[in-house]
């Protein structure tokens, strides 16, 4: 699943994007997501905190291989309802061929809270 490349943005409207790696502590189903999605709760360290996301990535992850895995996410977007729960931050990825969710991640561990540059 591909597109057209986004209209041009200057550097600094790149860096008004806070994107930051946390480590998910906490994995709940959500059964009231229209799609199949989990709850997570995700560790951004003393700056930031405890965050929690709605993310549909139930295709390739269980709740057992998503339990202290690095995530990235953006950190300052405005709070989302998302069914019965508040979407705090938005967990990023890719899609793979059939359009679901691959996680985007650092390949090696890093600090909780570190910021995309």
């Known amino acids: 699943m591909t597109g057209s490349a986004a209209s041009s943005i200057t550097f600094d409207q790149f860096l008004e994007v806070d994107i930051r ?3 998910i502590v906490a994995v709940h189903d959500f059964p009231q997501a229209r799609k199949p999605a989990y709850l997570l709760e995700i560790d951004f360290g003393s700056e930031i905190g405890l965050k ?3 993310a549909q990535i139930t295709r390739h992850y269980t709740p057992d291989t998503l339990m202290e895995r ?4 953006v950190v300052n977007f405005p709070p989302r309802q998302i069914g ?3 979407s705090e931050v938005l967990t990023l990825g890719f899609p793979d061929e059939d359009g679901e969710v691959v996680l985007f991640a650092p390949d090696l561990h890093v600090s909780n809270g570190v910021k995309l540059f």
């Open 21 to 23: 790696v946390g480590t």
């Open 52 to 54: 929690k996301s709605s």
């Open 70 to 73: 690095q995530v990235a996410a």
């Open 84 to 86: 019965p729960h508040m």
